[in-house]
């Protein structure tokens, strides 16, 4: 788990409280990962592993170069990426 990476055989008296590894397996919905590469805090490779887990038929992983955990621009890193994995699976557009 994250927190063995992070501190060590301390972390099995940690309770995970989000297993996302275990959860993510049973998520059938429409998927957007997005991670930055600069992360620091959640290792990249996370968020390959719950792409590579997860059996969502529409799913979709963006790694955004140059942007850490908490450092990003909303318009370029989150609201583009989002609208495009929408228009992908046809979610874009609301029922009249």
């Known amino acids: 788990t994250l927190a063995k990476e992070l501190v060590g055989a301390i972390a099995n008296v940690i309770m995970d409280r989000f297993d996302n590894e275990a959860d993510i397996v049973n998520c059938h919905s429409p998927t957007l990962i997005i991670h930055g590469r600069q992360d620091e805090l959640i290792p990249v490779r996370h968020a390959s592993v719950l792409y590579e887990k997860c059996p969502a038929e529409a ?3 963006e790694i955004i ?13 989150i609201i583009r990426p989002v609208s495009t994995f ?11």
């Open 65 to 77: 170069e140059g942007v850490d955990h908490n450092a990003f621009h909303a318009l370029d890193h």
């Open 59 to 61: 799913k979709c992983l």
């Open 86 to 96: 929408l228009q992908k699976i046809g979610a874009d557009r609301l029922p009249p």
